[in-house]
């Protein structure tokens, strides 16, 4: 539920998936809509690190391992698919506003990019469905926007948790 002093969360939904090579068609009925709900609820909880603004924009592209393995390999030198990518616009220690005008565009924080086809292998090997494993993917980028890593097993745990508490609070 949002209130009066929640900042938005706008998210531009791209679906740029394309049924794979072998013509197995993958169903993930997630609206926009329920994306966009999704990403707002996270946003309030994870408010601290955040810059302080009334606003903020990102994107979430889904799309097929072809683009995936393209952008892997394009920034992370991997020339492979991966579940999901997240392009950060904030620096990790980015200067904290305190005085936001209104009129500032929205704080844009970045792209998450999900592999359809990969997100359903892995929800398949996981024994799950894949309308759980996109939010769990989803989940995962949006913490590394907001400046979350894994370099270790620990700050992995972390992580993995905090997805969990996002999953929770949308009633996964």
């Known amino acids: 539920m949002m209130i009066a002093s929640d900042p938005v969360i706008d998210l531009n939904v791209q679906d740029a998936f394309v049924v794979s090579s072998d013509q197995t068609q993958i169903s993930y009925p997630i609206s926009c809509q329920t994306w966009k709900n999704w990403f707002q609820i996270w946003g309030n909880s994870l ?21 995936i393995q393209s952008l892997n ?36 924080i970045g792209d998450i990019v999900i592999s359809i086809e990969t997100a359903e292998k892995q929800a398949q090997k996981e024994g799950h469905t894949l309308n759980r494993e996109l939010p769990w993917l989803a989940s995962h980028g949006f913490l590394h926007l907001l400046g979350w890593d894994h370099p270790d097993e620990q700050s992995l745990q972390k992580m993995l948790q905090q997805q969990e508490t996002l999953l929770k609070i949308i009633g996964l």
């Open 47 to 67: 408010l601290s690190y955040l810059p302080i603004a009334s606003h903020y924009e990102l994107t979430l592209r889904l799309t097929g391992d072809q683009e």
């Open 73 to 108: 390999a394009q920034y992370r030198h991997k020339n492979q698919p991966t579940d999901v990518l997240a392009f950060a616009t904030l620096e990790e220690n980015f200067p904290k506003i305190t005085n936001q005008p209104e009129f500032l565009e929205p704080l844009y």
